[in-house]
């Protein structure tokens, strides 16, 4: 184990969550304006989440959700955020931890983020990024035309780390 107390690459993934938290607690308070809308991903079977079974047994270990028009009760804390959507116009409330987030991103504006999860930050292996980040289909996603153009930008800070 690593006696270095400088954890840069631990302290980098909490600023990173600070920026998702701090979106999601001005959504909460003031809703999304203009285009904005933010894509979550998360894993499933990380400590502390919170969704129907039947949404986890279909999404396996990741799922993404869309927060654009169609969301409700949305609450931001410290340490999660609550949210109530619609899955075949059943409202379910989903609870996400920040530590079970794996990539955020608000394609209005080209911008993304993508976490290592806890027990990656002590892997000296780097690992490679998802490929891409896909709405769910069960989600009420904006048609494909009305989404803004470009691929946006993933900071993934995989080069930076100590190998």
């Known amino acids: 184990m690593d006696s270095d107390p400088f954890r840069y690459d631990s302290w980098i993934?909490?600023?990173?969550?600070?920026?998702?938290?701090?979106?999601?607690?001005?959504?909460?308070?003031?809703g999304l304006p203009g285009e904005h809308h933010f894509f979550l991903t998360f894993r499933t079977d990380a400590a502390g989440v919170e969704i129907p079974g039947y949404l986890k047994?279909?999404?396996g270990e990741e799922m993404t959700i869309i927060l654009q028009h169609q969301f409700e009760e949305l609450i931001v804390n410290e340490d999660a955020v609550w949210v109530t959507l619609r899955f075949n116009g059943t409202p379910e409330r989903l609870r996400i931890p920040f530590d079970a987030m794996v990539s955020f991103a608000d394609p209005s504006v080209n911008f993304g983020l993508q976490m290592k999860m806890p027990n990656e930050l002590e892997d000296d292996e780097a690992q490679d990024p998802p490929a891409a980040m896909n709405a769910d289909s069960d989600m009420d996603a904006?048609?494909?035309?009305k989404r803004p153009k470009g691929t946006g930008e993933v900071i993934a800070l995989d080069s930076f780390r100590k190998k």
């Open 13 to 30: 993934e909490e600023a990173l969550r600070s920026v998702i938290r701090r979106s999601l607690t001005y959504a909460s308070e003031n």
């Open 57 to 59: 047994s279909e999404h």
């Open 142 to 145: 904006p048609p494909a035309a």
